[in-house]
């Protein structure tokens, strides 16, 4: 069972548009991390978000955590093809085990020049 | 720089034949772990150390084997390689298995069992 589930799979804009990725799963999580990992390279944080409703932003992206602590959404304006990548969205569940993390599948992300 | 180094990046081995990669954070890291990535599988961990000499499975551990005898060290060995086993590798390292935590990544290392 996927506790993760991240939507669009695959997505394939122009630069300049606005798009808005998700991740959304029936349980309550702790926090909930994003990750960006680019070709030949490993996943790297973006934020962690840990409070129901909590808004941060990162220059042009907004990271959105749930009131409820089930879903997330990022927000990406006037996308760049450096934005170009997969996106993972990862949730903290209290009390889950020692690892503490658990990914979704990723949304695959390409900006078009 | 803080960082987790994995070895090989790149790795052919036919099936049957030992083999160990590598991983070594330089952060003091308690937590580390392996993951694989396979296309429309996402993340899976394979095994995962809360410190030295503690070692245990993830969601995917058959076939794998690890230790954990050195803090920073944490290698993954295949005793016996299967095609099955062809995949991205990743290591990872968390100060600890808090929720918050970072997980640092290393570059990946790329199996091909044939």
């Known amino acids: 069972t996927q506790l993760l589930e991240q939507s669009p799979q695959f997505l394939s804009i122009q630069e300049g548009e606005n798009l808005t990725v998700y991740c959304n799963s029936s349980?309550?999580?702790?926090?909930l991390q994003w990750y960006r990992q680019e070709p030949g390279e490993g996943p790297v944080l973006l934020v962690t978000?840990?409070?129901?409703?909590e808004v941060k932003k990162l220059k042009r992206l907004t990271f959105q955590f749930g009131d409820a602590r089930k879903d997330s959404s990022l927000h990406i304006t006037a996308a760049q093809p450096g934005d170009t990548g997969l996106y993972l969205c990862?949730?903290?569940?209290?009390?889950?085990?020692?690892?503490?993390?658990?990914f979704g599948k990723g949304t695959h992300l390409i900006i078009q020049p | 720089e803080a960082q987790v180094t994995q070895n090989p990046r790149y790795l052919i081995t036919v099936t049957g034949k030992k083999l160990t990669v590598t991983c070594s954070q330089n952060?003091?890291?308690?937590?580390m772990s392996w993951y694989r990535q396979d296309p429309g599988l996402g993340l899976r961990q394979i095994y995962y150390?809360?410190?030295?000499?503690?070692?245990d499975k993830g969601d995917v551990p058959e076939g794998y084997k690890v230790s954990r005898k050195e803090k920073r060290n944490f290698p993954l060995i295949l005793e016996s390689p299967s095609p099955n086993q062809t995949s991205l590798y990743f290591c990872a390292s968390r100060i600890n298995p808090t929720m918050n935590t970072e997980a640092f990544f290393g570059q990946g290392t790329r199996l091909t069992v044939v």
């Open positions: 978000v840990v409070t129901g409703g």
């Open positions: 952060m003091n890291h308690e937590y």
């Open positions: 990862a949730g903290g569940l209290s009390g889950g085990g020692a690892d503490g993390l658990t």
């Open positions: 349980s309550v999580f702790s926090s």
């Open positions: 150390s809360m410190n030295v000499e503690v070692t």
